[in-house]
Nanobody, 128 residues
Framework: QVQLVESGGGLVQAGGSLRLSCIAS????????MGWFRQAPGKERNFVAA????????YYADSMKGRGTISRDSAKNTVYLQMNSLKPEDTAVYYC?????????????????????WGQGTQVTVSS
């Protein structure tokens, strides 16, 4: 089992920044891919970004390219999502997820059902 705890959400004005954190505990492994997804009210859960724990390879949704940076701190078992130039449409609950992928293709990494473990989520609200 892997436990994930997100933090760092909050209320920010459009154009502002937030850094989300996800602390992993339990049976963590360097084979995991760590992802961030978000879900707005009444909408599907969508991919935001992901990072391979072993080699640091990163993946981004088009909506986050150029505005977001995902990173990891292996010593702290923590994954971060730095989001800049936030927009009202970024408002959502942001979830951290961990998946064990033997072949981490783009389709696998960006699909929520691929992931094995999920955090409880952290609310991000961007005001206009």
């Amino acid at each position: 089992q892997v436990q994930l705890v997100e933090s760092g959400g909050g209320l920010v004005q459009a154009g502002g920044s937030l850094r989300l954190s996800c602390i992993a505990s339990g049976r963590t492994s360097s084979w995991y891919t760590m992802g961030w997804f978000r879900q707005a009210p009444g909408k599907e859960r969508n991919f935001v970004a992901a990072i391979s724990w072993s080699d640091g390879r990163t993946y981004y949704a088009d909506s986050m390219k150029g505005r977001g940076t995902i990173s990891r701190d292996s010593a702290k078992n923590t994954v971060y999502l730095q989001m800049n130039s936030l927009k009202p449409e970024d408002t959502a609950v942001y979830y951290c997820a961990a998946g064990l992928f033997f072949v981490p293709t783009i389709v696998v990494v960006t699909t929520s059902s691929s992931y094995n473990y999920w955090g409880q989520g952290t609310q991000v609200t961007v005001s206009s």
